[in-house]
């Protein structure tokens, strides 16, 4: 899969795309990333982007001609042209979820626009913009930080990336709750006063036992999600996700 990215920094995705377990989707191409940096298809000396918004008001608005230069050269350097969907990264946009992360994962690419200052000229947004995305209700500088968000999301799902084939089935979201606590070694984590904590990881985990040790983790996930996102609870007893035994659990618990 490929993403084209439009952005004024792409020197912020470099970090990003080489380091870390995801390195190995963009390394080796399983995730190909382009990034176009727009002042390259500005017409003037200045490399100007942006201009005053008609109406005054505070900030600039990011242009709509080298906007369209910057689609019109990426479209033209993908195989796909007509199927990548362009995707604004905007506050007023969908609220980015794992659901959404998964039909990305599983596509061909997108392009990715990466807006900054006051915002893009409407102008453009109408004409070209396919999908818009949120990473939250909070208002961030730009574009990349959620663009990024997103790749890394997406290359964490392809196959060989992680260690463990299975590790992305057992996120968070995976399959609508919550994850549960992780342990590790030491077994015992010495306390403020140098004294042992006696059972200090659980001690089924210790166990052997897989069908006790996945009957805690599926309770330990459905205590922190009731207690913490009820509203997915909600969400997964309305889609039939709950079994009796969660049921009983949730019960068990006073959730």
Same mark, same amino acid.
């Given at each position: ?71 019109? @050269?990426?479209? *033209? ?27 990305? &994962?599983?596509?061909?690419? @997108? ?37 990024? @968000?997103?790749?890394?999301?997406? *290359? ?46 659980? @001690? ?21 999600? *009731? ?6 609870? &909600? *969400? ?20």
């Amino acid at each position: 899969m490929r993403f084209d990215v439009i952005t004024l920094f792409p020197d912020l995705f470099a970090p990003h795309l080489t380091q870390g377990i995801t390195r190995r989707a963009f390394e080796s191409g399983v995730v190909d990333v382009k990034l176009w940096p727009l002042r390259d298809f500005a017409d003037n000396a200045y490399r100007r982007v942006d201009d005053r918004p008609y109406g005054g008001g505070p900030g600039m608005v990011m242009l709509v001609e080298p906007l369209e230069r910057a689609l019109q @050269a990426v479209r *033209a350097a993908r195989a796909d042209a007509v199927a990548a969907p362009l995707v604004h990264f905007t506050p007023t946009g969908r609220r980015m979820d794992q659901a959404v992360v998964g039909r990305f &994962a599983t596509g061909a690419g @997108a392009i990715f626009l990466c807006g900054r200052y006051e915002g893009i000229d409407q102008r453009f947004l109408d004409r070209h913009v396919d999908v818009e995305l949120s990473l939250g209700d909070f208002v961030l500088s730009g574009g990349e930080l959620p663009a990024l @968000a997103l790749l890394d999301a997406v *290359a964490r799902l392809q196959d060989g990336v992680l260690g463990d084939a299975q590790s992305h089935q057992q996120d968070s979201f995976a399959d609508g709750l919550l994850d549960c606590p992780h342990y590790s070694r030491p077994e015992h984590w010495p306390a403020v006063g140098g004294d042992a904590v006696e059972g200090g990881v659980p @001690a089924v985990l210790m166990s052997g036992h897989h069908g006790e040790i996945a009957r805690w983790r599926r309770e330990r996930s459905l205590e922190i999600t *009731a207690r913490r996102r009820p509203d997915l609870i &909600a *969400a997964a007893r309305a889609a039939g996700r709950l079994t009796p035994a969660d049921e009983a659990c949730l019960q068990a618990l006073g959730l």
